[in-house]
């Protein structure tokens, strides 16, 4: 149990930075991947209409959105 303890309290240290990290930058400038381009760009093609900025589950779950 000592060492799950442990390891859950490193890893929540980790995600904190993380997200530190990524909260700080503007989105606008925020590349994860060298493949982040490639994977909007797909995500376009798919969901065309689909507004991101602001997502509304009840419209995600509605007929057309399925």
């Known amino acids: 149990p000592r060492v799950e303890l442990a390891w859950?309290?490193?890893?929540?240290?980790?995600?904190?930075?993380y997200f530190n990290l990524i909260s700080s930058v503007d989105p606008k400038f925020l590349h994860l991947t060298k493949v982040d381009d490639q994977?909007?760009?797909?995500?376009?093609?798919?969901?065309?209409d689909l507004k991101i900025d602001v997502l509304d589950p009840e419209e995600l779950?509605?007929?057309?959105?399925?």
């Open 8 to 17: 859950a309290m490193k890893a929540h240290q980790h995600a904190q930075v």
């Open 39 to 48: 994977i909007y760009d797909e995500f376009r093609k798919t969901f065309r």
């Open 61 to 66: 779950k509605s007929e057309p959105a399925k």
